[in-house]
């Protein structure tokens, strides 16, 4: 029998807690800081979550072209082979046959550069090799080369990702696709929430880098791969209009119907739920909205944590953050040291605009 549902056997992560799961879950658990630091080119009072340094020897193996690209295209290319190894597949025949969906940006932070370069001193100062890394999607057609993958679709964010290479492998059109979502925090994007009042509320600007190995159940049977976890529900609500990122007058409702949604398709109930990965990220009137929906989902909620709070926002890629967390979290027994009762984990998310989303993930077993 084809048993075509989506299951998760491969991850790479890297936050602000450093490399692999086990780190950013020992994080979590202990309440511990993160690395923090003030970039260069940043506001001198802005200390960000950022990732520490990376010992890259032991991630990638060594190529003439690593010397040529920018820290945004190496770490999402980390995280990619991190995923891969995780996964089990090492050799370039299998990796021949798995996909890439990445988010859709390249390094802003590379680009601002370019240009800056570009404005002040002249087209004869700047660098070919930096104006690669500027491109759309740059950094995942990289990784695909560099990495032996089948091919780039950077079109997609977060949830809309998840759902879309679920619904990818249901059909038929793929047996095993990597979803990575990475941010590089950037100077003017820090400016921009400085000067919106979002830090005065408690919002955190932070980064994150994240790559989940999706394949068929058939598929990573065959291949003899264990899956951590069955990807068994999502769902996306959009709200009324925004007029500004602190203010979503139907932010409860949008959560609502999106965990709805995930729990329906995953045919669960909200009492089958073990614990919570929040889309928490410190602006009161936004993560009230939320608690008012989870309160009315589930009466007195599950254990839960806040990914956001603890690492920071890293836009684009702080979905699949909360959802390698859970997986993580699943395995080992807890959510932020709160043991899970049960075989279900529900993540939720919403960046500052754009809809918001629910992922539903269970053990392996059921």
């Known amino acids: 029998m084809d048993d075509r549902s989506p299951v998760i056997t491969g991850l790479g992560i890297i936050t602000p807690f450093g490399v692999g799961g086990k780190a950013l879950h020992a994080g979590l658990q202990a ?42 295209t190496l770490l999402t290319t980390a995280a990619i082979a991190l995923a891969l190894e ?7 025949a299998e990796r ?8 859709s940006h390249g390094s802003y932070h590379t680009l601002i550069q370019y240009m800056e370069t570009l404005c002040r001193l002249g087209a004869a100062e700047t660098s070919a090799t930096q104006f690669g890394n500027t491109g759309v999607g740059a950094a995942f057609g990289f990784a695909s080369i560099y990495l032996g993958l089948k091919g780039a ?35 003017m994007m820090e400016r921009a929430f400085a000067a919106m009042g979002l830090m005065e509320q408690g919002y955190r600007y932070g980064e994150a880098f994240v790559c989940i190995l999706l394949e068929t159940a058939t598929h990573a049977a065959g291949r003899g791969a264990k899956p951590h976890a069955r990807l ?10 925004v007029e500004h990122p602190t203010r979503r007058p139907g932010a409860d409702a949008a959560f609502r119907r999106a965990m709805e949604m995930a ?11 073990g614990g919570l990965y929040t889309a928490a990220c410190g602006l009161p009137q936004r993560d009230d909205g939320e608690q008012r929906a989870l ?14 709070r603890a690492i920071g926002d890293a836009p684009g890629a702080g979905e699949l953050a909360a959802l390698a967390a859970a997986v993580v979290a699943l395995a080992e027994g ?33």
């Open 263 to 273: 729990l329906r398709k995953a045919g669960l109930a909200p009492a089958d739920v």
């Open 96 to 103: 021949a046959h798995v996909g890439l969906i990445g988010n």
């Open 232 to 241: 068994a529900g999502w769902g996306e609500a959009t709200e009324p209009k």
């Open 295 to 308: 309160s009315a989902l589930f009466g007195s909620p599950p254990p839960a944590a806040a990914l956001r």
């Open 31 to 72: 309440g511990a800081e993160p690395h923090r630091s003030v970039p260069a080119g940043f506001r001198p009072e802005a200390l960000l979550a950022t990732v520490p340094e990376i010992n890259w020897g032991a991630l990638l193996r060594p190529h003439p072209m690593l010397r040529r690209i920018d820290r945004f």
């Open 334 to 366: 807890d959510v932020a040291g709160q043991p899970i009762h049960g075989n279900a984990l529900l993540t939720t998310h919403a960046d500052l605009w754009g809809p918001v989303s629910s992922l539903v993930i269970t053990s392996n077993q059921i």
């Open 86 to 92: 995780d996964g089990g597949l090492g050799g370039e």
């Open 153 to 187: 679709a950077t079109v997609l964010m977060g949830s809309s990702a998840m759902s879309y290479a679920a619904e990818l492998l249901q059909s038929g059109k793929a047996e095993a696709l990597c979803i990575c979502a990475t941010h590089e925090v950037v100077p």
